[in-house]
């Protein structure tokens, strides 16, 4: 019997997508006999306690830390086999490759996890390859962005260099913005550096896929929609296949750049901007997509498990892969308006329809919505599955609009300014969502 390390893999109820990768990981590998050992945090297995029933073994151990990782999984296996290691969250990927390495596993080599999960590295080893990407630099104060915006022009972008669900990520327009878009970015990163990078303009997409042999296989490309004004994600459709075939481009920069850099293990999510010239990579990820992507993975491929896919690679077995996606999903986000709830009108009807693959709403009369500034401030979730993708996209835009949450304005937020729109992330084919209205193209020096 395989026993299969899973870092990082408790989810607690109300975790979302994330709780419902975390238990299909958990089905598929148990269907396939292997011993799971699922570690996490304290807290995190303290409010998921089903997992010790579905489990083999839970452990406490912190999947931010790699170091405790490659100790506690070097002591575990002195007297316990392991013959897997993986993990789904943005956040244990580093831990996964090291834990791997030392217990000589295959993995990903954790230079090239870290060179993908740190921004500004991924960007300057995809250029260095050949790959074209905006120009970029890590600033150390407010004067260094200005000085960017002097050479390359606005409209600009600055974000954390490793954060994760659109935290912390501003745009900035004139060197006037520069102060206030840092201190934005620093909030979430710490007093380290931040990154600033050209804006670049076009559709956004993502490819979602495995490795299998060592090989990237493109499982679907996704279109994401963006709510108007910012980077927030608002919702996804997949699979995306464009009149003039570009989607086939798209899915090949993506797995092309994923080889070039030496990746050949996982589940993966790389995104990119699809531009006049062609697409433009943009955040590489190791790990499957958020917001409940794996789920419109497996409904666009029935019969597909996708986390069962990935086990079967680790442990060196056949992994047949569908050819096409037969079906399409589409999620959308509920994003109301900012400011105290007093009524919520047509859940109840919507949330019983029998396409969903998922639906939830995390407010309710008297709670306070913030601006859209990351993934975090979304108030609900609609996922639907159905024959196609524009099936798909039409049933779950239908639903949506049923949904009515009242609010009433909260006092004004007083941190914008004209310079800087309050534009929350980069991080799941309607050109005019992907980009703010009045934005033309700027994708000079895109290499």
Known sequence: MNTVLILGGAAPADAGHGRDLSLRALTQFKARGSRVVVTDTAAALAAAPEYAALADETHVLDHTDPAACVRWALSYREHHPVDAVTGFREYSVVAVAEVAAALQLPGNRPELVRTVRTKDLCRRALRHLGFRQPATALCSTPQDVA?????????????????????????????????????????????GPVLVEEFVTGPEYSVEGLF???????????????????FVESGHVTPVELPDGRHRDIAHEATRALAALGLR???????????????????????????????????????????????????????????RPARGAAVRFVLPGAGLVTAVDGWDALAGDERLIHAELSVAPGDVVPPPRSSGDRAGTLCLGADSARAAADGVEALLAGLKVHTTPWPADTDTDEDEDALGGDDPDDTDEAAPAGDGPNEKDIR
């Open 212 to 230: 299998t042999g060592g090989v990237p296989h493109a499982l679907a490309v996704t279109r994401k929609i963006l709510a108007p004004g910012t």
């Open 147 to 191: 000085d960017f915006l002097a050479r390359h022009g606005g409209p600009a972008v600055v974000k954390p260099r490793d954060a994760a669900g659109s935290a912390g990520v501003v745009r900035v327009d004139t060197p006037a913005g520069a102060a206030r878009a840092f201190a934005r970015a620093q909030a979430v990163s710490g007093l």
């Open 265 to 323: 293990y996982g589940i993966f999510h790389v995104e990119c901007w699809l531009t006049a010239d062609g697409p433009v990579l943009g955040e590489v990820h190791v790990r499957p997509g958020g917001d409940w992507l794996h789920a419109m993975v497996e409904w666009s491929h029935p019969g597909l498990e996708l986390l069962g896919c990935l086990h079967d690679d680790l442990l060196g077995l056949p992994v047949p892969l569908p050819t």
